[in-house]
């Protein structure tokens, strides 16, 4: 994706006041060799951006004074209550350096899973993003997962997904952790009928 980034001269809360009145949104650029960039975005162009999965999770091209880079969004701030994009950060891209993101999972073939079709479980997505190490130009838009092969109790886990070419998980310690669950249905237990006391035992009872 491509989006436009202006020069922003000031800073201060003041001056990100009159930015965001005005309908811009103010912002950084860091990493790299480069010193860090203030700029402003187009607040419109930005909030249209944002719901867009791609621009959460791919590299960038940021048309700044001219001319093209590649950088990743790191970070951006909402308003409390406003529809309103109060600040966002991005991080330049080094062809020759690992990133870490948090890539989403697109899942498919739920329904054609002996799991849902056949026993009519419910499948919970425990995992809906993964956190890969890759070098810039592998970075996957989104993984995908095939539930086709899902049957009852049995878990899906990351071993059990093929993650692209040149891409490693980063679990911070899980070794295998779960990524979908197929749970099946719970069955209505319906209780026995209370027998009635026999009329004797009613009359007798309390006496001595």
């Not at 480069?34 to 944002?50: F, K, T, V």
């Not at 951006?76 to 350096?97: E, G, S």
């Not at 095939?146 to 040149?166: C, Q, R």
Request: aromatic share 6%; proline share 5%.
């Amino acid at each position: 994706m491509k989006f436009v980034a202006f020069e922003r001269s000031k800073q201060g809360t003041g001056a990100s006041r009159r930015l965001r009145n005005a309908g811009r949104t103010p912002g950084i650029v860091y990493g790299s060799t480069s010193a860090p960039q203030l700029i402003e975005l187009d607040h419109n162009a930005l909030w249209h951006a944002l719901k867009k999965e791609a621009f959460h999770a791919s590299i960038l091209d940021m048309e700044f004074n001219g001319q093209s880079s590649k950088v990743l969004l790191r970070d951006y701030q909402m308003h409390p209550y406003k529809q309103l994009v109060q600040h966002i950060d991005f991080q330049r891209v080094d062809a020759n350096t690992t990133l870490h993101m948090k890539v989403p999972l697109h899942f498919s073939g739920e329904e054609e899973s002996e799991a849902v079709k056949t026993d009519k479980c419910t499948v919970n997505h425990v995992v809906t993003e993964l956190e890969i190490a890759c070098l810039p130009a592998n970075l996957p838009e989104f993984i995908a997962v095939s539930l086709t092969g899902l049957t009852k109790g049995v878990s899906l886990h990351l071993n059990d997904i093929t993650l692209p070419a040149g891409c490693k998980a980063v679990t911070h310690g899980k070794k295998n952790p779960v990524v979908v669950t197929a749970v099946a249905p719970v069955e209505e237990v319906v209780a026995a009928p209370v027998a009635a006391a026999p009329a004797d035992a009613k009359k007798g009872k309390g006496k001595k």
